[in-house]
Nanobody, 116 residues
Framework: QVQLVESGGGLVQPGGSLKLSCEAS????????MRWYRQAPGKEREFVAR????????RYHDSVKGRFTISRDNAKKLVYLQMNNLKPEDTAIYYC?????????WGQGTQVTVSS
């Protein structure tokens, strides 16, 4: 079955950086766009970034443009989210996502907390 396992979250000060990873299995990784979403306390889950099958055509939420970079390693079935210049409003659980067989699949999420 489809499995997505996120890692790399943690506590960081404002202005700091983190790199999240998502390990995928159970589907043909190279055939699917991959996405990152996040959900802050008391808020709905929101789109953060997307990447094409060949690592092309990255798209970002306006709030993270210029600070976050999505990438992928198809040989290792990994998706990354490099997050720089983090702000307190980036605090959330970050989820890896694939739309597979007409259904959204999610990982368990990784907590990112930006605080001094």
């Amino acid at each position: 079955q489809v499995q997505l396992v996120e890692s790399g979250g943690g506590l960081v000060q404002p202005g700091g950086s983190l790199k999240l990873s998502c390990e995928a299995s159970g589907f043909t990784f190279t055939a699917y766009r991959m996405r990152w979403y996040r959900q802050a306390p008391g808020k709905e889950r929101e789109f953060v970034a997307r990447i094409g099958t060949l690592g092309d055509d990255p798209r970002y939420h306006d709030s993270v443009k210029g600070r976050f970079t999505i990438s992928r390693d198809n040989a290792k079935k990994l998706v990354y989210l490099q997050m720089n210049n983090l702000k307190p409003e980036d605090t959330a659980i970050y989820y890896c996502n694939v739309y597979w067989m007409n259904s959204d699949k999610w990982g368990q999420g990784t907590q990112v907390t930006v605080s001094s």
